[in-house]
């Protein structure tokens, strides 16, 4: 690893971040502090809603400003992201810190070749020459393992399959070697052998490059896949964080427990599920993030809710299985 344990590569203190409109105001995330070292892999897990993708395009400044307040702080390899001015963002963008969207068909420009979208990235981080950058397209493109990658580089994004655009994707996040790589649910849209081949991808080059790397996902699998830590994500808050060992074997959050019991993965050890058992569902829905209750946002759905639960937000506490280094936000969890 490149950082310290005194350093780390990320710093987030206390992100809050808050979408205002004519009517309402939405809490979208509501306090959310963690580290990550280079090298590391932390996977953020949770339902539609509860923040994760939100964290991450906060951590890249991509959310319109005139409708959003964002509170706390954010570093990112010694840069303070929430001061930088639009040239220190474009900087910083592609090369200190890159991502990988959900949907690369809408993450891509239409009108330009793939070839010409990633060496249009390194001429502007690194000022080489168009064939210096066209030969550093073909090199990740044959890196991210697309076949016949030197057609590729004149294949416009509508003239690939779903598997090799998301490849595609990653060789353009990963063009000018950035410290972290942000990954919003990069598999969502693939099927089940492509969302396998670019899990596997993705760690790999995380191990080759030597990157840090924050993965959204709501698919407990793939988080197990290719995280060292987990933070567990609801409605705005990290209710659970802990190495990928202890969260999955010794969860301490009732949110936690039900997404485990709804994940039957036969053989992980997180849910020693056999055909033809019901998979267990949590009640209720989401929390309207407009009206947030004043205790814990899951209490409504939780069947171990007491009183004191509904009055005030849990600390983020050591768990009695995990110790120190497995926080939980819940009373029963620490009591």
């Avoid at 509904?310 to 280094?325: F, I």
């Amino acid at each position: 690893m490149s950082s310290t344990a005194t350093t780390p590569l990320v710093e987030v203190t206390n992100l809050s971040v808050h979408f205002r409109n004519a009517d309402a105001t939405v809490h979208a995330v509501n306090g959310v502090d963690f580290t990550l070292n280079a090298g590391e892999v932390l996977g953020i897990l949770g339902e539609s809603g509860s923040g994760k993708s939100v964290t991450l395009k906060t951590l890249m400044r991509l959310l319109p400003e005139k409708k959003t307040t964002i509170g706390g702080g954010m570093r990112v390899a010694g840069h303070d992201v929430l001061s930088l001015d639009r040239a220190g963002l474009i900087a910083f963008r592609g090369r200190v810190a890159s991502m990988i969207f959900q949907e690369p068909m809408l993450a891509f420009d239409p009108v330009f070749t793939i070839g010409q979208q990633i060496a249009e990235t390194v001429i502007q981080h690194e000022g080489v020459s168009r064939e210096v950058a066209m030969a550093r397209a073909l090199e990740m493109l044959e890196r991210v393992q697309i076949p016949s990658a030197k057609r590729r580089l004149e294949a416009y994004p509508h003239e690939m399959s779903g598997g090799m655009r998301q490849r595609a994707m990653i060789a353009l996040a990963l063009a000018c070697k950035p410290q972290l790589l942000l990954a919003d649910e990069p598999t969502t849209a693939l099927d089940a052998t492509v969302q396998i081949q670019i899990l596997l991808l993705l760690r790999q080059l995380q191990k080759e490059m030597g990157m840090a790397v924050i993965f959204v996902t709501h698919d407990v699998g793939a988080a197990v896949e290719v995280s060292d830590r987990i933070a567990v994500m609801y409605a705005g808050r990290f209710v659970e964080t802990g190495d990928v060992r202890t969260v999955i074997r010794k969860p301490g959050h009732p949110y936690t427990q039900g997404l485990l019991a709804a994940n039957v993965l036969p053989g992980t050890g997180i849910h020693a599920g056999k055909r033809g058992d019901r998979i267990e569902a949590i009640p209720g829905a989401p929390p309207n993030m407009v009206t947030l209750a004043p205790g814990c946002a899951f209490e409504p759905r939780c069947k171990w809710a007491e009183e004191r639960c509904g009055t005030k937000v849990p600390e983020p506490l050591p768990s009695a299985d995990g110790g120190a280094a497995h926080l939980v936000r819940c009373v029963r969890a620490v009591a």
